[in-house]
């Protein structure tokens, strides 16, 4: 069975600090792909990386950068001088075939001016 | 803008009523999906179509009815609902097939009130 857990349940940072969200996950296949979501108070829920099993890549972009480590089964998130934009509920999930897709139960960043 | 547009954005119905969800995609994905979110939860599955055939139902009361009538559309009809089917509902959709699978692209989302 997969499982994707993010055990921070809402997290609070001073504007400029940086901050990690951790996710870990589950699953005895060996193709997988994991994402991370953003969903503002708005409620869309925003698409914000995907990285397949098969690529330990770490990633950055802007702002963002991503650490995948199989090793630990973890893909965290790190958003480095935080700004109260990125206020949101983030969710990690997992999928390994695009139908079913395995959400964790999200964390809430509070982005403090 | 989201290419996923979904209506009506909020939606107010009582238990006896009948009503229809709208989800549509111009981006050419021939997977869509429905997610009901509770406050404060994770998106929950509730059904995926595939090249327009229903291929996942988690469970879900018949009084929830998914349609895809073509690609680009999907709608969810609802009836004789309880005050605890209130939600975020989600439509999503996905590239599938050719090795080339993309991410969900979720829509705005209606946000359902069962009186």
């Known amino acids: 069975a997969q499982k994707v857990t993010q055990a921070q349940t809402e997290i609070s940072v001073v504007e400029k600090e940086d901050v990690t969200l951790d996710c870990v996950y589950e699953t005895r296949d060996t193709t997988y792909y994991l994402f991370w979501y953003k969903q503002p108070p708005s409620g869309e829920l925003v698409f914000l990386i995907r990285?397949?099993?098969?690529?330990?890549q770490n990633e950055i972009s802007g702002r963002y950068s991503w650490n995948f480590q199989k090793s630990t089964s973890s893909f965290n998130f790190t958003i480095t001088a935080s700004q109260v934009v990125d206020s949101a509920v983030y969710f990690c999930?997992?999928?390994?075939?695009?139908?079913?897709?395995?959400f964790g139960s999200g964390t809430k960043l509070n982005v403090k001016p | 803008d989201t290419e996923v547009t979904q209506t009506p954005k909020h939606l107010v119905m009582g238990m006896t009523n009948k009503k229809s969800l709208k989800c549509e995609q111009h981006?050419?994905?021939?997977?869509m999906y429905w997610y009901k979110q509770k406050a404060k939860k994770p998106p929950e599955l509730m059904f995926v179509y595939s090249y327009e055939k229903l291929s996942i139902n988690e469970s879900v009361p018949s009084r929830f009815s998914p349609e895809c009538p073509n690609s680009s559309l999907l709608n969810l009809h609802l009836h004789a609902l309880q005050p605890e089917d209130s939600a975020l509902y989600l439509c999503?959709?996905?590239?599938?097939?050719?090795?080339?699978?993309?991410?969900?692209?979720f829509g705005n989302g209606t946000r359902l009130t069962v009186t």
């Open positions: 999503a959709s996905s590239r599938i097939g050719q090795g080339d699978n993309s991410p969900l692209h």
């Open positions: 981006m050419g994905h021939r997977a």
């Open positions: 990285r397949n099993s098969f690529d330990e």
């Open positions: 999930a997992l999928t390994l075939n695009f139908n079913k897709f395995y």
